[in-house]
């Protein structure tokens, strides 16, 4: 797997996004509150909802990762009320734990290998901002991991920056 560097210059431009996302003082709502953010985050990275998706299926994960991507690589199903989320959409979605993941994601439902997006723990910088680490698997050279900030205004959260971290 060949990882792509970020040029110091682009790091720090993060500090502060850095600086807050770790501060001591970060607001903590209810736990179901962060699956309006992983929703729009999932929908984001995947292009499930996109009416002409080709994908064979996805599998949205979970991981405990902080913002600096560094995490301990063990995938969790998300919670049966989000997953219920992506029912609807065209491109079939299943949960993690039904799926062999060794490179690229399998389902014995398809003969195509999927798409795997995970995303790690969300931190809140304030009521209306929070940051959450994510990565996209489609294969061993075809994966990326990022951070988003979304931002909640009139009550529906939106991503407002990305940031690469590594690309394979």
Not at 1 to 14: A, E, H, N, Q
Not at 60 to 68: G, L
Not at 154 to 167: D, Y
């Amino acid at each position: 797997m060949k990882l792509t560097r970020i040029p110091l210059s682009r790091l720090i431009l993060l500090f502060p996004l850095f600086f807050f996302a770790c501060s001591d003082n970060p607001t903590d709502p209810k736990p179901e509150a962060d699956d309006d953010i992983l929703e729009k985050a999932f929908l984001h990275v995947s292009g499930i909802a996109d009416k002409e998706n080709t994908t064979p299926f996805y599998s949205f994960a979970r991981v405990d990762a902080d913002t600096s991507g560094t995490n301990n690589g063990v995938r969790r199903d998300i919670g049966q009320s989000l997953f219920n989320r992506f029912t609807h959409y065209p491109a079939p979605i299943r949960q993690f734990s039904t799926c062999t993941f060794e490179g690229n994601l399998r389902h014995p439902d398809f003969t195509q290998p999927g798409i795997l997006v995970t995303a790690g723990t969300v931190v809140r910088v304030s009521e209306s901002r929070a940051v959450l680490y994510i990565e996209s698997w489609v294969g061993p050279l075809a994966a990326m991991g990022m951070l988003l900030e979304l931002e909640r205004q009139a009550g529906t959260w939106s991503v407002i920056r990305e940031q690469p971290l590594w690309i394979s």
